[in-house]
C-alpha cells in the first residue's frame, strides 16, 4: 500500500536535492541559464498546516473540496470566453454525447492562464508530485440536461502500473455552474483510490456520492480515485472547467507545446511555461536538439535585425 507525504522533513530535503541537480544538469547540458526555467515547489519554507490537512484528507478519501476558489468578477470571464466555443457535443459515452467539450483553452484566450497555474492547486501539486511537473489536460466541460452517466474511470488509468500504487497525476475540476445531485456533478468512490486491480462493482458504484459544491468551488482528487460525471436530469446545463496534472515522466495526454501558438510562449509566466512542457526534467528530458526548449522558442520568435 502506497505511502505519501509521510515523512514532510524528508520530502523537502529530497525535493530539494532534486532542485539542485536539475540546475547542476542545466548548467552543464546547456551553459546559458537565461533560459533555464525551472517549476519549483511554491512554498520554500514547507506546507502550512491547511495544507498538511488537506494531504492528509486526500490520503484518507482520495479527494477534498476546495471552497471559493474563484471570485465572481473571474467566473464571469472563464464563462465569457468558454461559451462561444459551445456547439459540438461528444462523440462517445465517455465524453458524452449530450455534453459540450471543449479542448486547448491556453489557444484561445489568456484568461484561462490563471485557472491552470492557480495557487490554490499548486500547493497541493507540490506536495503530491515531482518538481517540473505538467498540464497533462484543460478542457471545459458543460452536461446538457438529459445527459447519461459518464462510465466511472481513474485518470491515470492509461499508464499500466499495477495497483495500489501512489497516484501519476491529480486533477481539480472547478464549479463554474452550482453542482448539485441531479445536474451532472462529479461522482466519486471515497477511498477507490486506495483499491488495488478491481474495476467497481454494481454495489460500489451504489455508494458512490455526488460532489455537491457551491459556484467556484472546485474538487481536488488523486488520478488513482475511481470517479465519473453524474446524470443530469435538471432542466440546466452544468458548466465545469478541469485542469489536470501528471508527473514529468508521463506523456500527457494533451500536447499544450501545440496547443499553444510558438509566438504567445513569451506571454505566458515561467511557471505556466514549465507547466506545458517548456522545461528541462532530470537529467535532460525534454530538449530540443540539445538545448532547452524556451530557446528554441526565442529563436523561431526572434525578429529579422533590420
Known sequence: YFQFNSNIHMKKIVTQEVTEQSKAIHRAFDSNTDFTTLHEPSSRSGPSADTLAKLEQLKQDGYIILRDVLSEDYIRQLRDATTPYFGQTGRNIFEGTSTNRVYGLLAKSRV???????????ALCDQLLEPNYLLTAFQAINILPGETPQPFH????????SRPRAPLGVAAIFAIDEFTATNG????????HKWGDKTPTKEDIARAIPVVMPRGS???FL????HAGGRNTSNKPRFALTTQYCQPFIRPQENQILVVPPEEVPELSPKLQSLIGYSIHPPFIGHCNGLHPLKKIAMLTAKPKL
Open 112 to 122: 484561462f492562464d490563471k485557472l491552470a497555474a492557480l495557487p490554490a492547486v499548486t
Open 154 to 161: 481513474y485518470d491515470d488509468q492509461f499508464c499500466k502500473i
Open 185 to 192: 456533478a462529479t461522482m466519486v468512490i471515497p477511498g477507490s
Open 218 to 220: 472546485a474538487v481536488f
Open 223 to 226: 488520478a488513482t480515485l475511481w
